[in-house]
C-alpha cells in the first residue's frame, strides 16, 4: 500500500498540472450539470418503514384518494383580548370571513372553522381553524401562501392575536452557509498558527474548497434519480470540509518533515503520501464504513446522509492522494517555514530532531501512566452518567423559539385546550371485509375515549368506499410526555380484543406516535449498528497495525467519548444546564436520530486521530524503537497536527451551533463536544498511558495470525531503509509492493 501511494504521489507531483486540470474539469462539468439538473422532489415513500404509525400513514393514502397524508396544513389559533371572547359578534365576524376566504383556494382540500368543529375552549378566550391542503408544503405556490397570509392579517386588524401553527407557513432556519463560513475562518485561523506559513495554510483550505465542490455539485446532479436534496448534503457539506482540511494538513505536515529531513520536492512528497497518505487511506475508510453502516438503521433520510457524507470523505481522501502533491509540485518551498525559506536550508540535510509539546506530554504521561488513566476514565464516565436519563424524541413546535408564530400557536392551544391538544393521535379503523363498518368505528371509538389518559374522541370519519375510518383521541398529557408513550402502548393493547368482537382492526398514528415509535426503533437498531461498524473498524484496524490490543483500546476510547458526549448533550439540551449560553430556549427530548447520528460519525473521527497517531508510533516501534520512545516519536511527529485537526473539527462542528433548528444545533454541539473529548482526553491521554501500561505488549499478535493477514505497511517500511545524508543518493522505495 504505502508503495503504490508513493507512486500515485510522485506521478500527482511531475504530472501535477495534468492533474490540477483534471480536477478542475470534473468541478466544471458537475457544477453545470447541477445549475440544469432538476430538483429532487424530496418525497420518501416511507420515513421508517416497517414501524406501525408509518403503516397507518400509507394506509391513509391508500385508502383516502385524493388527498395526500403529507398535505400541508394550517392551524390558526385565535386569541381575543383581555376580557373578551371569541364568540363575541366582530371577533365571529372576522374569523368566518378568514375560513370563507382561505376556504376557496385552488391548491386548499379544506378549511373548517371553530363554530362548525366546535373547537372553541372552555373560557371562551381561545379558538382555532384549520385549514389543510392537497399538496405537500414545499409545493404550496406563492399565491395560495399570499392569500392566507392576507387573510391572517385582516383578523389581527380586526383585534384578534392570530398565530399559525403546522406546516403550510412554517418559518425556517436560515440556510447553513454562515456555520461553513465561520467554522471555515476558524479553521484558517488554527492552520496559519500551526504552520507559520500562508500557503501552508491555505493549501488545505483550496483542496477541501475544491472536495466539497465537486461533492456537493454531484448529490445536485444526482439529485432527481435519487431523492437526494440540499438537506441530504448538509452532514456531506459538514463532514467533507472537516476532514477535507485534516486530510490535507497530515499530508502537507509530512512533506514539510520530509523536506526537513534532507529530500528533494519530488521525494518529499511522494514519501509524504506514502506514508501519511496510507494513514489517510485507512482513517478515510473507516468514516466510510461508519456513514455506511447507518443504512442499517433503515430510515431512507439518514441512509441518503450517511451515503452521501461518505462520498464527500472519500472525495477528500482522492484530494489528499492526487490534488495536495500537485500542488506541493506548483509551489514546492512555499509551504515551508520562513525561517527555511530564508536560509535556503529547504533540501541541504536533515535538521536535528528536537523535543516539542508533544514528547513532554508523552514522557510526562509515561511516568504517570495509572493517575492519567485512572483521572481519564474518571473523568468521561462522570461526563457519560446523565447519558443513562436519555429520552428521545422528534423537535416539534416546543422546541422553536418564541419569537416564532408556530411556537406560540402551540403555547396557546395548550393553554387553551390542554396540554395534549398540541399531539392527538389518528387511529385509523379498517373495517374492509366488516359487515357494519360503522358500528365497527363506533365500538372502536367508545373503547378508545374509556381509556384512561384520553380527554376527548372525535366521531368516525369514513372514506368513500365507507371501509376505512379516522379517530382522532386527544391525550390529557403533552407529546413529549412519557405519559403520552403509555398511553398509545395501552391504546393499542386494546387491539386484539376489538377485532375479536368488531372484526375490525385499527393502527395508531399521527405525529406523537409517529415520534414515539420511531424513537422506540431507533433505540431498537442502536446496538445492531454499534456491532456492525465496531466489529468492522476492530478488523480493518487489526490488519492496519498487527495488534490485538490496540484496536480493542481504540474501541474502549471511543465508548468513553461519545458517551461523555451524549451525557454532556443530555445534561444542556434535555436538563437545560448552561443552554441560554448557546441560545437554546427550550429543552425538552433528544431528537431521536442524534443518538445514531453522534455514533457514526464520531466513532470515524475518533478512528481517525487513533490511525494519524498511532500509526507514527507503530512507524517508530517498526523502525527499532523501544515501546516508550515510540510513544514519544508518535507525539513528536503527530500531536501537533493532530491537536490542529481536532481544534479544526470542533471549529466547524461548532460553527452550526449557532444555527436556528434545534436539530442542526443539537448535533453541532455533540459533534463539537465528541471531538474535543475523542482528541483531548482519550488519544491525547489515554492513549499513550495504556500504551505504556502494556509495553511491547501493545504490538503482540499471534504468529499464526501474523501469517494470515495482508501486510498493507501503513508505517513505510517498504520505501526507505533510512533517510539519505546529505549528498547520498537517496534510497528508492523496494519494487515489489506490500500489500
Not at 494513514?279 to 464504513?289: M, N, P, R, S
Not at 464516565?381 to 408564530?405: C, H, I
Not at 379498517?430 to 365497527?440: F, L, N, R, T, W
Not at 517498526?622 to 473539527?649: L, N, Q
Amino acid at each position: 500500500m504505502a508503495t503504490f501511494l508513493y507512486r500515485v504521489g510522485r506521478t500527482a507531483f511531475r504530472r501535477r498540472w495534468l492533474v490540477v486540470l483534471l480536477w478542475a474539469v470534473l468541478l466544471g462539468a458537475l457544477g453545470a450539470g447541477a445549475a440544469k439538473a432538476p430538483g429532487a422532489s424530496d418525497d420518501d415513500a416511507s420515513f421508517m418503514p416497517g414501524i406501525e404509525a408509518q403503516r397507518a400513514f400509507d394506509l391513509i393514502g391508500d385508502r383516502f384518494p385524493g388527498t395526500d397524508a403529507n398535505g400541508a396544513s394550517a392551524r390558526i389559533v385565535f386569541i381575543a383580548p383581555s376580557g373578551e371572547k371569541v364568540t363575541d359578534t366582530d371577533h365571529r365576524a372576522a374569523i368566518d370571513k378568514l375560513v370563507e376566504e382561505t376556504g376557496g383556494g385552488r391548491q386548499v382540500a379544506a378549511a373548517t372553522g371553530p363554530f362548525q368543529a366546535n373547537a372553541v375552549s372552555k373560557d371562551g378566550s381561545t379558538a382555532y381553524a384549520t385549514v389543510s391542503f392537497k399538496v405537500k408544503a414545499a409545493d404550496l405556490t406563492d399565491a395560495s401562501k399570499t392569500t392566507l397570509e392576507k387573510s391572517i392579517d385582516m383578523a389581527r386588524d380586526a383585534g384578534l392575536t392570530v398565530e399559525v401553527g403546522g406546516d403550510a407557513l412554517a418559518t425556517t432556519p436560515g440556510a447553513g452557509g454562515a456555520a461553513e463560513v465561520i467554522g471555515f475562518a476558524l479553521a484558517a485561523v488554527v492552520l496559519l498558527v500551526t504552520f507559520g506559513s500562508l500557503a501552508a495554510a491555505g493549501l488545505p483550505l483550496l483542496t477541501a474548497l475544491m472536495g466539497v465542490g465537486v461533492t456537493m455539485c454531484a448529490i445536485f446532479v444526482l439529485g432527481s434519480t435519487f431523492g437526494l436534496t440540499a438537506t441530504t448534503g448538509t452532514l456531506a457539506s459538514m463532514l467533507g470540509i472537516a476532514v477535507g482540511i485534516d486530510y490535507a494538513l497530515f499530508v502537507v505536515s509530512r512533506y514539510r518533515e520530509e523536506r526537513a529531513k534532507g529530500h528533494e520536492a519530488r521525494e518529499a512528497a511522494a514519501l509524504a503520501v506514502g506514508t501519511a497518505g496510507s494513514a489517510v487511506v485507512f482513517a478515510g475508510l473507516t468514516v466510510v464504513i461508519a456513514l455506511v453502516g447507518l443504512s442499517v438503521i433503515n430510515v431512507p433520510m439518514l441512509t441518503k446522509m450517511g451515503i452521501c457524507a461518505a462520498g464527500a470523505v472519500a472525495v477528500a481522501v482522492l484530494v489528499a492522494l492526487t490534488l495536495v502533491p500537485a500542488l506541493l509540485g506548483m509551489w514546492p518551498n512555499a509551504v515551508l517555514p520562513r525561517r527555511t525559506r530564508k536560509t535556503k536550508q529547504a533540501g541541504a540535510g536533515r535538521s536535528p530532531e528536537r523535543d516539542n509539546a508533544g514528547t513532554r506530554w508523552a514522557r510526562f504521561v509515561l511516568r504517570r501512566p495509572v493517575a492519567v488513566l485512572l483521572v481519564c476514565v474518571a473523568g468521561l464516565g462522570a461526563l457519560a452518567l446523565p447519558a443513562a436519563q436519555l429520552e428521545m424524541g422528534m423537535p416539534g413546535a416546543e422546541s422553536k423559539p418564541v419569537t416564532t408564530t408556530e411556537r406560540r400557536a402551540y403555547d396557546a392551544l395548550a393553554d387553551g385546550f390542554g396540554a395534549g391538544f398540541n399531539g392527538p393521535l389518528t387511529i385509523v379503523v379498517d373495517a374492509k371485509g366488516v359487515d357494519d363498518p360503522e358500528a365497527a368505528a363506533a365500538a372502536v371509538a367508545e373503547k378508545i375515549k374509556d381509556t384512561e389518559g384520553v380527554v376527548s374522541v372525535s366521531p368516525a370519519r369514513f372514506n368513500e368506499a365507507g371501509d376505512t375510518a379516522l379517530v382522532s383521541a386527544v391525550p390529557g398529557t403533552g407529546p413529549t410526555d412519557e405519559r403520552t408513550k403509555d398511553l398509545v402502548q395501552a391504546i393499542r393493547a386494546e387491539r386484539a380484543g376489538l377485532e375479536a368482537d368488531t372484526g375490525a382492526t385499527f393502527e395508531v398514528t399521527g405525529s406523537t406516535a409517529m415520534n414515539i415509535d420511531v424513537a422506540q426503533a431507533l433505540q431498537d437498531a442502536l446496538v445492531p449498528y454499534l456491532t456492525v461498524i465496531v466489529g468492522l473498524a476492530l478488523v480493518l484496524l487489526l490488519v492496519v497495525f498487527r495488534s490485538v490490543l490496540v484496536p480493542v483500546k481504540a474501541a474502549f476510547g471511543f465508548l468513553l467519548s461519545v458517551l461523555a458526549a451524549l451525557g454532556s448533550v443530555v445534561a444542556v439540551f434535555q436538563w437545560g444546564w448552561g443552554a441560554e449560553l448557546i441560545g437554546v430556549e427550550q429543552t425538552g427530548p433528544i431528537m431521536s436520530l442524534m443518538p445514531i447520528f453522534l455514533v457514526g460519525i464520531v466513532f470515524g473521527l475518533a478512528m481517525d486521530y487513533e490511525v494519524f497517531l498511532v500509526s507514527r508510533m507503530r512507524e517508530a516501534y517498526a523502525h527499532g524503537d523501544r515501546p516508550g520512545e515510540a510513544v514519544v516519536a508518535g507525539f513528536r511527529h503527530s500531536a501537533r497536527v493532530v491537536t490542529a485537526a481536532a481544534v479544526i473539527m470542533i471549529a466547524v462542528f461548532s460553527g452550526f451551533i449557532g444555527e436556528g433548528d434545534s436539530m442542526i444545533k443539537t448535533i453541532g454541539f455533540g459533534l463539537a463536544v465528541a471531538v474535543l473529548f475523542d482528541a483531548f482526553v482519550v488519544r491525547m491521554a489515554l492513549v499513550p498511558a495504556v500504551l505504556a501500561l502494556l509495553g511491547a505488549k501493545a504490538w503482540w499478535l499471534p504468529r499464526r495470525l501474523d501469517r494470515l493477514l495482508p501486510n498493507v505497511d501503513i508505517e513505510g517500511t517498504g520505501l526507505t531503509a533510512g533517510p539519505p545524508a546529505s549528498g547520498e543518493q537517496e534510497i528508492r522505495p523496494r519494487e515489489t509492493a506490500r500489500i
